[in-house]
């Protein structure tokens, strides 16, 4: 099973500026890495796939980048509505789909 | 619009069974992979299980398997999820979502991630 592990845990982050969230693969996913954005109290969002390709509806200030075992996703100006949980998804190697624990962007 | 309306959550003690559905709409249902993932209180997000677009192949987390069924109507556009001698760790919020299935490559089972989710409906296993 491939484990995945997001980085930070918290990130602190002020309104308009830039956010950088990291996600590793304990072995090649080579692009098929997926991205998910959840609120509390809500269900997760898909905001990207393929790792660089934004789901329908994503604002172009969302972005993915990475293949292999790296990957990151940027919002490129923080708005108050993107203050949330985003976890990482591989779907390289799969049954099992496997999460990352999730990075919490907070407001600093 | 893709709607998912999940159903069926409550309270059960430790070895019953319950009986989660999804209801689906917005989309050809029988043309899409369906699965279930779950969210213990406080905690990330796990896959359970998921079915393909046919209902003919089906696949489960080794912490499920052997104990929860997934199946699925296309004549109802709904989703269920048969949970037996469920356990206390089985306690989770568990979300429906659209499957989209991806072909990895020719010799290996294709990967799948999820477009589309439900609002979820929580499990509670407790005496």
């Known amino acids: 099973e491939i484990v995945m592990t997001q980085s930070p845990a918290t990130l602190s982050v002020s309104p308009g500026e830039r956010a950088t969230l990291s996600c590793r693969a304990s072995?090649?996913?080579?692009?098929?890495l997926a991205w998910y954005q959840q609120k509390p109290g809500q269900a997760p969002r898909l905001l990207i796939y393929?790792?660089?390709t934004r789901a329908t509806g994503i604002p172009a200030r969302f972005s993915g980048s990475g293949s292999g075992t790296e990957f990151t996703l940027t919002i490129s100006s923080l708005q108050s509505e993107d203050f949330a949980v985003y976890y990482c998804?591989?779907?390289?190697?799969?049954?099992?789909?496997?999460f990352g624990q999730g990075t919490k962007l907070e407001i600093k | 619009e893709v709607q998912l309306l999940e159903s069926g959550g409550g309270l059960v003690q430790p070895g019953g069974s319950l009986r989660l559905s999804c209801a689906a709409s917005?989309?050809?249902?029988?043309?899409?992979?369906m699965s279930w993932v779950r969210q213990a209180p406080g905690k990330g997000l796990e896959w359970v299980s998921a079915?393909?677009?046919?209902?003919?192949?089906?696949y489960y987390a080794d912490s499920v398997k052997g104990r929860f069924t997934i199946s699925r109507d296309n004549s109802k556009n709904t989703l269920y999820l048969q949970m037996n001698s469920l356990r206390a760790e089985d306690t989770a919020v568990y979300y429906c979502?659209?499957?989209?299935?991806?072909?990895?490559?020719?010799?290996?089972?294709?990967?799948?991630?999820?477009?589309?989710w439900g609002q979820g409906t929580l499990v509670t296993v407790s005496s």
């Open positions: 072995q090649s996913v080579s692009s098929n």
């Open positions: 979502a659209k499957t989209i299935v991806v072909v990895v490559a020719a010799t290996t089972t294709p990967g799948a991630y999820f477009d589309y």
């Open positions: 917005g989309f050809t249902f029988s043309s899409y992979a």
């Open positions: 079915i393909s677009g046919s209902g003919g192949s089906t």
């Open positions: 393929g790792a660089s």
């Open positions: 998804q591989q779907y390289n190697n799969w049954p099992p789909a496997t």
